[in-house]
């Protein structure tokens, strides 16, 4: 079997290949971003120009590449239906990255793959800024530079290895001015964009379309970390409320778009008691001006640069979308009361249903009615008997119910006894309202798990969860939680549904559980630390950081001030650092040159190469054996000898001696005595 050995290939061939190899893991961190024909594409053309290079056959004509940049602009249009937009130009530049390859004939064609693969680096943060992608980002910028100081080598057959000590070099000199950069520049909004919603996983979104979702994926990335001062609560009281959903029209929950005037609305009228639970949270970035805080919070979360409202449902919303990490601490009382204790008009909005749905529902409300009585008195007997059915009637949670019909809620009630949270808490509060009891679907997160690495609560998209709030008078809303009736184990600490496990994972999780688990919070212990200080240095903590440094009451002109006085202040220990680097730079050779031009003032010319007993000599020539011509000739013959002599040899003079003596040397007169 015939291997590659690169060291045999010639020298242009052997950095083509390791640029294509560079530029293939640029492309390669894309992977997932972009569309699959894009993905074939790059891929394609990457291992055509690696088979060209290798056989030394010529690139492809002008009609190839214009081709196959009319084949990826129409492939763009298709799938995005623009040419414009951020995932319409990542995936263009990603084609152009690739395509310009094949036209790589000379180093200036070289440097605009150079620079334009730097860009594409960029795009990898519009969809992640996690630790791993930055992981990823340094090897691939690293392999850049590596690639363009060999670029600027062009004589003979440098080494990679040597390219890359000198990259790595330049990177290490850069990281100081990097870091006062990152620390001092003004912080600014992000660049990146939004990407789109995936509607089959587990997570949040504005509506929730019950039983379009036939298999659900959970996904086990992290919505938000929190952490608690002091003891926290019980992991079934970990309810952190998000959209509240009102509105439904047979298919789908909306949020509530009352009819009814202002004056007339639902208010909040939350009452809390007991002890304040305060804590931290920091937010993974989810597109939406929410804020998830633990049920309830009276006062408002406090987000640095940020406006923060609450709605009438208990719903904390920013003034623009959570785009970036943000973090922000916030007080709760789990213990609390709100909505209106007496009937009011605005309630019939929580009793609504659109007609011709769920007809085998709806008689079994009359049912349930004829059984516990009419009136508001018989709500809370209706509800037992509701969740009581949920323990005892063969219901079960799972994440493959299968795709429901029009009739959502009789499917689940009488056919399929089976759901996710969403089907549950729909079914329920359909089945609420055809009882005449107002009742809403909450959503949020429910529970989390504890990092012992860092004592950071996890919380993940998999906790993404769904409950009810009836009305009841004289209680306000009270918070039902059907699912913990279905699966206790979904409420609290048992174990939950997980998602199915490949061969490999499963194999190296059943080798050894307990590693597998330390090693997943050790790595997400790391992530956190990321987040919290490299994703999450704002503007308040800028501040924050001045002052530290004295400053009372900074602003954006201290900022400025700090930063230019750091820069001339690094300017001149810059230019201190080279002048000295001058003066330690071989001090032989320029006492040797300090000689040399002396003589030539008193009209004794050498050449540079002129070494220091060919001088002595010729001092001896011009102006005989006077005793200054001996003092120099025997200086300069010591001089020699403190160079070339035997390490450790004795009468050997050290150079601070010589340069001591160079001073004290009397010169003789430009002519000759």
Request: glycine residues 8%.
């Given at each position: 079997m015939n291997t590659l050995n690169l060291s045999a290939l010639p020298r242009e061939t052997r950095d083509t290949l390791f640029l294509l190899a560079v530029v293939?893991?640029?492309?390669?961190?894309?992977?997932g971003q972009i569309p699959v024909w894009c993905t074939a594409l790059a891929a394609g053309v990457l291992v055509w120009r690696t088979t060209l290079v290798l056989r030394g056959l010529p690139l492809p004509g002008w009609p190839w590449r214009l081709g196959l940049l009319t084949i990826a602009m129409a492939a763009t249009w298709a799938t995005h239906g623009t040419l414009l937009g951020q995932d319409a130009g990542v995936t263009l530049v990603v084609v152009l990255l690739a395509l310009k390859t094949l036209e790589m004939r000379a180093r200036r064609d070289a440097f605009v793959v150079f620079f334009l693969a730097f860009f594409t680096l960029l795009t990898h943060f519009f969809q992640s800024q996690s630790l791993l992608t930055a992981a990823g980002i340094l090897i691939a910028l690293l392999g850049l530079l590596t690639a363009?100081?060999?670029a600027h080598m062009p004589v003979g057959r440098p080494p990679l290895a040597q390219a890359a000590?000198?990259?790595?070099?330049?990177a290490l000199m850069g990281a100081p001015i990097m870091l006062v950069l990152f620390l001092l520049f003004p912080r600014m909004a992000p660049l990146w964009g939004v990407p789109s919603e995936d509607r089959g996983r587990s997570g949040l979104s504005s509506t929730m379309r019950v039983g379009q979702i036939a298999e659900l994926v959970l996904d086990d990335t992290i919505a938000l970390r929190v952490r608690f001062e002091g003891r926290p609560p019980p992991q079934g009281e970990l309810y952190f409320r998000g959209p509240v959903l009102s509105h439904f029209d047979g298919i789908e929950w909306r949020p509530t778009r009352s009819e009814f005037p202002t004056r007339l609305a639902l208010n909040s009228e939350l009452v809390v008691s007991g002890e304040p639970i305060r804590y931290e949270v920091t937010m993974e970035p989810h597109r939406r001006p929410w804020l998830f805080v633990l049920e309830a919070a009276s006062q408002a979360p406090e987000v640095p640069g940020t406006n923060v409202r609450m709605t009438s449902e208990l719903q904390w919303l920013t003034d623009r979308p959570m785009s970036s990490l943000v973090r922000y601490t916030a007080v709760s009382h789990t213990t609390f009361r709100h909505g209106p204790l007496t009937p009011a008009v605005a309630l019939q909005d929580h009793v609504s249903l659109p007609p011709g749905?769920?007809?085998?529902?709806?008689?079994?409300?009359?049912?349930?009615?004829?059984?516990?009585?009419?009136?508001?008195?018989?709500?809370?007997?209706?509800?037992?008997?509701?969740?009581?059915?949920?323990?005892?009637?063969?219901?079960?949670?799972?994440?493959?119910?299968?795709?429901?019909?029009?009739h959502t809620a009789?499917?689940?009630?009488?056919?399929?006894?089976?759901?996710?949270?969403?089907?549950?808490?729909?079914?329920?509060?359909?089945?609420?309202?055809?009882?005449?009891?107002?009742a809403r679907i909450v959503t949020g997160y429910q529970g989390g798990e504890l990092n012992g690495v860092d004592g950071y609560w996890t919380v993940r998209q998999r906790d993404a969860h769904a409950w009810a709030e009836v009305w009841l008078q004289g209680q306000g809303w009270v918070r039902v939680d059907p699912t913990s009736a279905v699966s206790p184990g979904r409420i609290g600490s048992l174990q939950r549904l997980n998602a199915p496990e490949g061969a490999l994972a499963g194999a190296i999780r059943n080798l050894n559980p307990t590693m597998v688990a330390q090693l997943r919070a050790a790595w997400e212990a790391a992530n956190n630390r990321w987040n919290q200080w490299v994703l999450n240095y704002t503007e308040g903590r800028q501040l924050d950081l001045l002052k530290n440094l004295g400053f009372p009451s900074p602003s954006w002109t201290d900022l400025a001030y700090v930063l230019i006085g750091v820069i001339v202040f690094v300017s001149l220990l810059g230019a201190a650092w080279t002048l000295w680097e001058r003066q330690q730079h071989d001090p032989w050779l320029r006492l040797l040159q300090r000689a040399r031009t002396r003589l030539q003032a008193l009209g004794l010319d050498s050449a540079d190469h002129t070494p220091p007993r060919e001088l002595a000599h010729r001092v001896q020539q011009r102006w005989g054996r006077?005793?200054?011509?001996?003092?120099?000739?025997?200086w300069l013959l010591q001089l020699e000898a403190q160079r070339y002599s035997r390490p450790g040899a004795p009468d050997t003079p050290t150079l601070a001696a010589l340069q001591r003596e160079f001073r004290q040397l009397a010169w003789p007169r430009k002519d000759p005595l």
């Open positions: 293939a893991w640029v492309v390669g961190m894309q992977v363009l100081v060999n000590r000198i990259a790595c070099g330049m749905y769920n007809p085998r529902t709806m008689v079994l409300a009359q049912q349930l009615r004829r059984e516990h009585g009419p009136g508001p008195d018989a709500s809370p007997r209706i509800i037992n008997a509701v969740m009581d059915r949920l323990r005892t009637g063969g219901y079960t949670y799972t994440l493959e119910p299968g795709q429901y019909g029009q009789d499917e689940f009630w009488f056919d399929r006894r089976q759901g996710f949270c969403e089907h549950i808490a729909s079914s329920f509060v359909i089945l609420m309202r055809a009882l005449d009891i107002p006077s005793e200054a011509a001996q003092r120099i000739a025997q």
